[in-house]
């Protein structure tokens, strides 16, 4: 399994970003996919989540300015970020949830993508 994100990068506040993670060596039509967030000190939390119904999850704290989507053709799944807010800054995981529910994490995680949302 190879996840490979990309689009991270320094933003400043009420901009937008779009993270896509690039999947590969399993039924990723079948799987639902995820984007996870890390801050120092802090445990990893989920911002998104959709399965492959399109069914999505999205963090509270997200909702409104965050969309995820997929691309099965792409084997690729999207998060777009707007209205970003310095609260948004971590680095951000790819990852292939349990099944094809967006209720727990699965094994496999992207290298991270580091988002910074600062002035």
């Known amino acids: 399994v190879q996840l490979v994100e990309s689009g991270g990068g320094l933003v400043q506040p009420g901009g937008s970003l779009r993270l896509s993670c690039a999947a590969s060596?399993?039924?990723?039509?079948?799987?639902?996919m995820g984007w996870y967030r890390q801050v120092p000190g802090k445990q990893r939390e989920l911002v998104a989540g959709?399965?492959?119904?399109?069914?999505?999850t999205l963090a509270d704290s997200v909702k409104g300015r965050f969309t995820i989507s997929r691309v099965n053709a792409k084997r690729t799944v999207y998060l777009q970020m707007n209205s970003l807010k310095p609260a948004d800054t971590g680095v951000y995981y790819c990852?292939?949830?349990?099944?094809?529910?967006?209720?727990?994490?699965?094994?496999?995680w992207g290298q991270g993508t580091q988002v910074t949302v600062s002035s």
């Open positions: 990852n292939v949830m349990y099944g094809d529910t967006t209720s727990r994490p699965g094994a496999y």
């Open positions: 060596g399993f039924d990723f039509e079948i799987n639902a």
């Open positions: 959709i399965t492959s119904r399109d069914e999505q």
